[in-house]
């Protein structure tokens, strides 16, 4: 299994607080990402990053943003958490995108937010 | 349309049966295809790459149909250990998950 590590891995806290959320990995991939997943929801990518200091948005990227400082370090802020933004999110890494390659993104195993 | 839709069932399997679902997707341009596992309360982990003349692992066997842009899971001789949520997953500029499968495989 791929070295990916989230913390913390369950959190709650209140409307407009701020949060962050670490992923960590020893891969040494290339390309992190950020998910979450929701009952009724397909995983849905919020941002991602295609390197040190080069990051963009997913599909669902309001209120949310990253930094990547580090290769191994891949971080989510809510800048000020809702109710909508309980859920759970996942961190994963690729080591290639190319959109004809089979190479696998490997998952964390979650953090469990909730907003109350 | 959305990009990647699953029945999500649950598909109650009889332990030993066989089991088959499908999931369309929407972009005919779409290159690569996946079936990934998600076990509850876990992170989904790749299972199989489907490819387009089809493949086999074990007692899994994916499918591919480009003209009707389905893809598809059969799992033969259903263990206990096979109930997990079965997620189609499809590589465009990024991947795009479907809802999932649920699979529960009954002794």
């Known amino acids: 299994d791929a070295g990916i590590t989230q913390s913390p891995r369950h959190k709650v806290t209140e409307t407009g607080t701020p949060v962050t959320l670490r992923c960590h990995q020893t891969e040494n991939h290339r390309y992190m990402y950020w998910y979450r997943q929701d009952p009724g929801h397909g995983l849905r990518l919020i941002h991602y990053?295609?390197?040190?200091?080069?990051?963009d948005k997913g599909e669902v990227s309001d209120g949310y943003s990253v930094s990547r400082s580090k290769t191994e370090d891949f971080l989510l802020t809510l800048e000020s958490a809702t109710s909508s933004q309980t859920s759970v999110y996942f961190c994963?890494?690729?080591?290639?995108?190319?959109?004809?390659?089979?190479?696998?993104?490997?998952f964390g195993p979650g953090t469990r937010l909730t907003v109350l | 349309r959305k990009e990647v839709e699953q029945d999500p069932g649950p598909f109650n399997v009889p332990e030993g049966a066989t089991v088959a679902f499908n999931c369309t997707y929407s972009?005919?341009?779409?290159?690569?295809f996946f079936w990934y596992r998600q076990d509850c309360r876990k992170e989904p982990k790749l299972l199989m790459s489907v490819y387009s003349s089809g493949n086999e692992d074990g007692r899994f066997t994916a499918q591919l149909n480009r003209a009707s842009q389905y893809i598809s899971l059969l799992i033969r001789d259903s263990k206990l250990s096979d109930s997990a949520t079965y997620l189609c997953v499809v590589k465009m500029s990024r991947l795009a998950f479907g809802k999932g499968n649920q699979v529960v495989v009954i002794p």
């Open positions: 994963a890494t690729a080591n290639s995108i190319s959109s004809s390659s089979y190479n696998e993104q490997f």
């Open positions: 990053s295609y390197g040190v200091k080069d990051t």
């Open positions: 972009n005919s341009a779409s290159q690569s």
